[in-house]
C-alpha cells in the first residue's frame, strides 16, 4: 500500500533560523495536505497541494509539491517559539484515503 | 459554531473489556474517520464512513468496529481492549475530496 515518509523525524531549531521538512510517497499521489499538531493538542489543517510544482505560502511557511507529485517539502523562515509542535504531511492518491506521514516534531531554541 | 467532539478525553479501561469511544460533530460532513496515533507511527487510520450505513476498514482495523447510524455520530468499539491498543484516537471529519480533515481533541485510551 502507500507508504508516506517524512524526514527528519524531529529538527532542533535556533529561534530566527530556517529548516525544511520532507515528505516523500513510494506512490504518486493526486494531492498532499500538511497539518500542524501542537504539543497535547490534534492535528489542525494547513494547506492543500494539487498541481504539480504548485507553490503555496502561508505568512512564514512555504509549501512545495514536486513536479513528479511524489514529494513535498515544507519550509519555515525565521522560526518562532510559536512554531513548536508537529508537522505532518498526508498523501492522497487514487484510493481517496489519506495516508500520514510520521510527522517532524521541531523544537525552537530560544 | 460547528465543532466536533470526542468523548471521554481519557478513559483506563482492562483488558478484555468492550469499550466504545465516541465522535460527534455537527459540520453535517458525510466523511468520518478514526485515527489512532502513537510514537513514531504518526496518525494510522483505522475505520472511515463516507456516510450513513457505510464504514470500510483502514489499515489498522483488527479489533475495532464502526457504525453509522446518522450523519453526526462514528462510535468508535474496541471489541475487546489489548494492551497494545494503548493509544490517542482521534476522530476527523471532512467536507469532501478536496477539504482538510477537522479532527477532534482526541481520546487518550489506557488498557491496564
Known amino acids: 500500500g502507500q507508504q508516506v515518509m517524512q524526514i527528519p523525524q524531529y529538527q532542533h531549531v535556533q529561534e530566527g533560523e530556517d529548516f525544511t521538512t520532507y515528505c516523500n510517497s513510494s506512490?504518486?499521489?493526486?494531492?498532499i495536505q500538511w497539518y500542524k499538531q501542537r504539543p497535547g493538542g490534534h492535528p489542525v489543517f494547513l494547506i492543500q497541494?494539487?498541481?504539480?510544482?504548485e507553490v503555496k505560502k502561508q505568512k512564514r511557511l512555504t509549501f512545495q509539491f514536486g513536479e513528479a507529485k511524489k514529494n513535498s517539502s515544507l519550509h519555515i523562515t525565521a522560526t518562532q517559539t510559536t512554531d513548536v509542535g508537529t508537522y505532518f504531511c498526508a498523501g492522497r492518491s487514487n484510493d481517496y484515503k489519506l495516508s500520514f506521514g510520521a510527522g517532524t516534531t521541531v523544537t525552537v531554541r530560544a | 459554531d460547528a465543532e466536533i467532539t470526542q468523548s471521554p478525553r481519557h478513559k483506563i479501561t482492562e483488558t478484555g473489556r468492550q469499550v466504545t469511544l465516541a465522535c460527534h460533530q455537527t459540520?453535517?460532513?458525510?466523511?468520518m474517520f478514526w485515527y489512532r496515533q502513537d510514537l513514531g507511527h504518526g496518525l494510522r487510520l483505522i475505520h472511515y464512513?463516507?456516510?450513513?450505513?457505510?464504514?470500510n476498514k483502514g489499515e489498522v482495523s483488527d479489533g475495532y468496529s464502526v457504525s453509522r447510524s446518522n450523519t453526526e455520530d462514528l462510535p468508535l468499539t474496541l471489541e475487546s481492549a489489548a494492551s497494545s491498543q494503548t493509544s490517542v484516537y482521534f476522530c476527523?471529519?471532512?467536507?469532501?475530496?478536496?477539504?482538510?480533515?477537522?479532527f477532534g481533541s482526541g481520546t487518550r485510551l489506557t488498557v491496564v
Open positions: 464512513s463516507y456516510g450513513v450505513q457505510d464504514t
Open positions: 476527523a471529519s471532512s467536507e469532501g475530496q478536496g477539504h482538510g480533515y477537522t
Open positions: 459540520w453535517n460532513h458525510n466523511n
Open positions: 506512490t504518486t499521489l493526486s494531492n
Open positions: 497541494l494539487v498541481k504539480s510544482g
